[in-house]
């Protein structure tokens, strides 16, 4: 049965830094390509960052040279380091399968909130 379970969100300024976890149940995990998706307020999901099960990445240009997407086959982890948060990166972050569907599974996702 796959779940997700995001944590490591917050309060936060803008500049700051802050690092998600996501502990993935899942079989098969480490031939898996995982993403992170982010849903602001009022906007769509938009998968932001993804990984394959090699350690390869890719970002969408909003967040690139700032967050890194990482995972730890051995524990099944996903994690996603955010530096210099903007107002602009504040959502409810969730990590799922490349390709997930809005249909799919969903975790509960973890709230990062940007403001001075």
Not at 13 to 19: A, D, H, N, V, Y
Not at 29 to 45: C, D, H, L, T, V
Not at 93 to 103: G, K, M
């Amino acid at each position: 049965q796959v779940r997700f379970v995001e944590s490591g969100g917050g309060l936060l300024q803008p500049g700051e830094s802050l690092r998600l976890s996501c502990a993935a149940s899942l079989v098969l995990f480490s031939i898996k390509s995982m993403a992170w998706y982010r849903q602001a307020p009022g906007k769509e999901r938009e998968r932001i960052a993804t990984i394959t099960g090699n350690g390869a990445a890719t970002y969408v240009e909003s967040v690139k040279d700032r967050f890194t997407i990482s995972r730890n086959n051995d524990n099944n982890m996903v994690y996603l380091q955010m530096n210099s948060l903007k107002p602009s990166d504040t959502a409810v972050y969730y990590c799922n399968l490349l390709f997930a569907r809005p249909e799919d599974y969903w975790g509960q996702g973890t709230q990062v909130t940007v403001s001075s």
